[in-house]
């Protein structure tokens, strides 16, 4: 399972995503280590199109959009969340395992 957290330095939420992510493998008796994919320019187009923070299971966002447009701005969830909720990435996870 290829697990990515999108952000780039400055936004606000990346941190409490990542810290989400971690907990929700360490819930699942997984790893908690996943790649942490900052949005510089040297990264490819298609992961540089998903806003921060974004976290990527098996090519698929977590929050369930199908494709990226937000590109370098800060994501903001439904419900005005700066991440995906814990059981939207814990839905994602279990899907992938």
Not at 21 to 49: I, K, M, N, W, Y
């Amino acid at each position: 399972m290829k697990v990515q957290l999108l952000y780039f330095d400055g936004c606000p939420s990346h941190e409490a995503a990542g810290a989400a992510l971690e907990r929700c493998l360490v819930a699942l008796d997984l790893e908690p280590t996943f790649d942490r994919v900052d949005g510089s320019p040297d990264v490819s187009p298609a992961l540089a199109a998903w806003g921060s923070p974004t976290i990527i299971v098996d090519g698929n966002d977590v929050a369930g959009e199908q494709s990226a447009s937000a590109g370098r701005s800060c994501r903001i969830y439904p419900g005005g969340s700066g991440r995906p909720t814990d059981a939207q990435i814990l839905a994602a996870l279990r899907a992938a395992s």
